[in-house]
């Protein structure tokens, strides 16, 4: 069975909470899937299929604090990521202006500038518009899967 890996950064839970409503959508469409909370460079530079990147924004753009490690060894160890296709959700809040989904879109240029491959477009959720990410998020995951061709099962 093939993996999917959902790689999360998350402050208060909801970016954790979206990757466990989405899972059971993979494993449906047939894939074996982990849920990472304190992802490491390893979780992408050796892993060979799909990886789903759930994350949201802290402070001014930032990102939160459990995902910094990672993005600290991807702008430290600087690897080639061309085997990586990913899906991203970025959670965030209108409100902030500027700094909107901030850490989502900097982690998305961050895999750009590494040679990793973004299937679709990125999903941003508003915190302004949206109540619950999953109202988002779960529609977009099953339209993802439908038009990226991913269910194996
Ligand atoms: C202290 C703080 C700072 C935030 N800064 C930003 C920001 O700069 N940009 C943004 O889009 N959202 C920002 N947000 C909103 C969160 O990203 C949003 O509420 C998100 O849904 C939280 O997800 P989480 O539950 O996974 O932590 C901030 C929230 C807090 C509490």
């Given at each position: 069975m093939p993996k999917l890996n959902i790689l999360v950064g998350t402050m208060y839970g909801g970016a954790l909470d979206v990757a466990e409503q989405v899972k059971p959508l993979f494993e449906q469409a047939g894939y074996s899937v982990d849920i990472i909370?304190?992802?490491?460079l390893n979780d992408v530079t050796s892993h060979d299929g799909i990886t789903l990147f759930c994350v949201s924004t802290t402070g001014s753009g930032d990102f939160p604090g459990s995902f910094v490690p990672f993005v600290r060894s991807l702008r430290d160890q600087s690897p080639s990521l061309t085997t990586l296709r990913y899906g991203l959700i970025a959670l965030g809040d209108s409100s902030y202006g500027e700094t909107f989904c901030g850490a989502g879109r900097a982690l998305d240029a961050l895999l750009d500038d590494h040679g990793a491959t973004r299937l679709g477009e990125r999903l941003e959720v508003d915190a302004m518009e949206t109540f619950m990410a999953d109202d988002a998020a779960l529609p977009w995951v099953e339209e993802w899967i439908e038009s990226q061709q991913l269910k194996v099962a």
């Open positions: 909370e304190q992802p490491s």
